[in-house]
């Protein structure tokens, strides 16, 4: 038995809506390859009809019926198809669940499941459900148009319907561009989600690198819930707490690879980076070396983009137009000891602070360290008396297969930021894990102040959701899963090289980037956003990073086939942006595609 589902919005009120879907002659009309329907001898709401149909190679026409049942007027029905032809029999059944939307329009949500037998089974299963989910998605486009086609004419003096736009300005966008062609995600389901419009996306970047367990886990909503109805948030400041707070400071202290560790809580990821610089200034200052400011960057590094994470970037085109913001901040070339220990020699170790790395490069492009290089740096660091802040907010809680990258790369942190993964996204939080040096000048003895916080750091509801995360991530074994994955990740992106856009491509744990070859992003710097909107289209969802590279970032939960249908994704869209790109070169006319 074959399982589809997926929803479509269309563009007309629920009455109207039903009307058409119950109606035989439209609905066979809307259908691909069906013929004209007359009512079945029975007497109930069935018709004979006959059905053209191709399932990959093997095409046929069958005769069917086409009947209703379970009918709810205006809210659901199930449509039944029967067919029986020299390819063999294929039955289904869908339910049709109707909701209105907006007023003037209605979401159609399906799930069907489909019996074949005869010839016609030999195609398998995928192609089966391919062509079942298909032949229900042309069908609601052709409802649509009929929707559309008989929609009431407008008033006179009516003006034409201005370009939809919103209040919403979005992070890292052009809102010029933007407004009037959002993408509204509305749901999602494991490594899929889904838009206003009903069409279904694999998620390659699940989000910005963070759902790692996947969407719709219910048991991290319902701790979420029960925890908003108990004691949603109070304030952490001073000697107050919570109970999910102090229980998830243990959590993450005994998960991290420092001993005797201390967790500062934050709201994200930003917070957290912030958090770290600061603290690292703060010790230094609370040891009597106040001299010890210099914070050292990365190029092509990504902390975010609060004060601190903003300057200790290596992206240019983030700190544009911004001038100065944070002083005393230098940055090296990425994955350079060299560059480091020079660095360290021209600043001077009296004057140095803290050295900040991610364990992979992210935002930057997906580039992981050398071999030897991280060990290298916390020699370095330690000869030169400087703090080494482990960013993890990508790669901390599994997605290189370790809790923390630093466990993979022998890095040995005074400090690690984390965020994203401590809760898949559900729920905004992040914090720095403390080790024993720094924490000693405000833990022991009389203490000091740390002048510091947010209004949501320790928020309970955030940490009710990131102990719930952290159970399925333990429970399913999800970064063992990772683990396991990234033999068969890297394959199928590495796979990507031979094409002629592609320069190079790079895959560790489970995120990767496929990067344009240098000629072509020179030639044409939007190409690579062209080709982000192509995989759009081939119902892939993924991003550009620092523009010349787009990023592959699934969900730990991702199967070895939706690895296979993201990189086809990806792979069609470059084949079409070569054809456009050499049409634009020849100025000839590209038929569309």
């Keep these: 038995m074959t399982r589809v589902s997926g929803?479509?919005?269309?563009?007309?009120?629920?009455?109207?809506?039903?009307?058409?879907?119950?109606?035989?002659?439209?609905?066979?009309?809307?259908?691909?390859?069906?013929?004209?329907?007359?009512?079945?001898?029975?007497?109930?709401r069935r018709y004979r009809t006959r059905i053209s149909l191709a399932v990959g190679p093997v095409k046929d026409v069958y005769e069917g019926v086409l009947g209703y049942e379970d009918e709810r007027p205006p809210a659901a029905c199930t449509?039944?198809?029967?067919?029986?032809?020299?390819a063999g029999r294929m039955n289904g059944r869908g339910e049709m669940r109707l909701e209105p939307h907006d007023g003037e329009?209605?979401?159609?949500?399906?799930?069907?499941?489909?019996?074949?037998?005869?010839?016609?089974?030999?195609?398998?299963?995928?192609?089966?459900?391919?062509?079942?989910?298909?032949?229900?998605?042309?069908?609601?486009?052709?409802?649509?148009?009929?929707?559309?086609?008989?929609?009431?004419?407008?008033?006179?003096?009516?003006?034409?319907?201005?370009?939809?736009?919103?209040?919403?300005?979005?992070?890292?966008?052009?809102?010029?561009?933007?407004?009037?062609?959002?993408?509204?995600?509305?749901?999602?389901?494991?490594?899929?989600?889904?838009?206003?419009?009903?069409?279904?996306?694999?998620?390659?970047?699940?989000?910005?690198?963070?759902?790692?367990?996947?969407?719709?886990?219910?048991?991290?909503?319902?701790a979420v819930e029960r925890q908003l109805r108990e004691l949603p948030a109070y304030s952490t400041f001073g000697v107050y707490a919570n109970e999910p707070a102090t229980v998830l400071a243990e959590r993450v202290a005994q998960l991290a690879p420092i001993e005797n560790a201390k967790v500062f809580l934050t709201s994200g990821g930003s917070d957290a980076v912030d958090t770290a610089a600061k603290l690292a200034r703060r010790y230094w200052s609370a040891v009597?070396?106040?001299?010890?400011?210099?914070?050292?960057?990365?190029r092509f590094a990504y902390h975010g983009m609060h004060a601190y994470g903003t300057s200790l970037g290596g992206i240019p085109a983030n700190v544009e137009g911004l001038g100065s913001i944070v002083p005393d901040v230098v940055h090296v070339e990425a994955n350079s000891v060299e560059a480091l220990a020079a660095e360290l020699e021209r600043l001077g170790p009296t004057n140095v602070?803290?050295?900040?790395?991610?364990?992979?490069?992210?935002?930057?492009?997906?580039?992981?360290?050398?071999?030897?290089?991280?060990?290298?740096?916390?020699?370095?660091?330690?000869?030169?008396?400087?703090?080494?802040?482990?960013?993890?907010?990508i790669t901390g809680f599994g997605r290189?297969?370790?809790?923390?990258?630093?466990?993979?790369?022998?890095?040995?942190?005074?400090?690690v930021v984390f965020a994203k993964g401590v809760t898949s996204g559900y729920i905004p939080l992040g914090g720095v894990v403390v080790g024993k040096r720094v924490q000693e000048p405000?833990?022991?003895?009389?203490?000091?102040?740390?002048?510091?916080?947010?209004?949501?750091?320790?928020h309970a509801g955030a940490c009710a959701g990131a102990l719930a995360n952290l159970d399925i991530l333990e429970r399913e074994e999800l970064v063992a899963r990772v683990a396991e994955l990234e033999p068969v990740f890297a394959e199928k992106v590495h796979s990507l090289g031979d094409h002629p856009l592609v320069g190079e491509t790079r895959a560790i744990g489970l995120i990767a980037a496929v990067e344009l070859e240098p000629e072509t992003l020179?030639?044409?710097?939007?190409?690579?956003?062209?080709?982000?909107?192509?995989?759009?289209?081939?119902?892939?969802?993924?991003r550009s990073l620092r523009g010349c590279a787009i990023q592959l970032s699934p969900s730990f939960t991702i199967t070895p086939e939706q690895i296979d249908a993201i990189v086809r994704g990806v792979r069609r869209a470059l084949d079409v942006a070569e054809r456009r790109l050499e049409s634009k070169q020849t100025g000839t006319r590209m038929p569309s595609s």
């Design 7 to 44: 929803e479509k919005l269309l563009p007309g009120p629920l009455d109207r809506v039903w009307s058409l879907l119950t109606d035989a002659e439209e609905l066979a009309g809307a259908m691909p390859g069906a013929g004209e329907v007359e009512p079945a001898p029975d007497g109930a």
């Design 79 to 86: 449509i039944v198809v029967e067919t029986r032809g020299k």
């Design 105 to 222: 329009q209605t979401v159609v949500r399906y799930e069907g499941e489909f019996k074949v037998s005869g010839p016609v089974a030999s195609v398998g299963q995928r192609m089966i459900a391919g062509v079942a989910r298909k032949t229900i998605e042309r069908t609601l486009e052709g409802l649509a148009a009929r929707l559309d086609e008989t929609a009431a004419p407008a008033p006179p003096g009516t003006p034409s319907p201005a370009k939809r736009t919103a209040a919403f300005w979005h992070p890292f966008a052009n809102m010029a561009e933007v407004a009037g062609n959002e993408v509204v995600i509305v749901r999602g389901e494991g490594c899929e989600v889904v838009d206003r419009d009903g069409r279904r996306y694999l998620d390659a970047t699940a989000g910005l690198w963070y759902c790692n367990v996947g969407y719709g886990r219910d048991e991290i909503a319902a």
């Design 288 to 298: 009597d070396r106040p001299d010890k400011r210099i914070l050292i960057g990365r």
């Design 353 to 393: 602070a803290a050295f900040i790395g991610e364990p992979v490069v992210g935002a930057g492009g997906v580039i992981a360290p050398p071999d030897g290089y991280w060990p290298a740096v916390a020699r370095l660091c330690a000869e030169h008396d400087v703090l080494l802040i482990d960013d993890e907010v």
């Design 400 to 415: 290189l297969g370790r809790w923390f990258g630093c466990e993979r790369f022998g890095i040995d942190p005074d400090l």
């Design 442 to 458: 405000f833990w022991s003895g009389e203490g000091l102040w740390f002048r510091h916080g947010y209004t949501y750091s320790g």
């Design 522 to 542: 020179e030639r044409d710097p939007t190409v690579i956003e062209r080709v982000v909107v192509l995989v759009r289209e081939e119902q892939v969802l993924t």
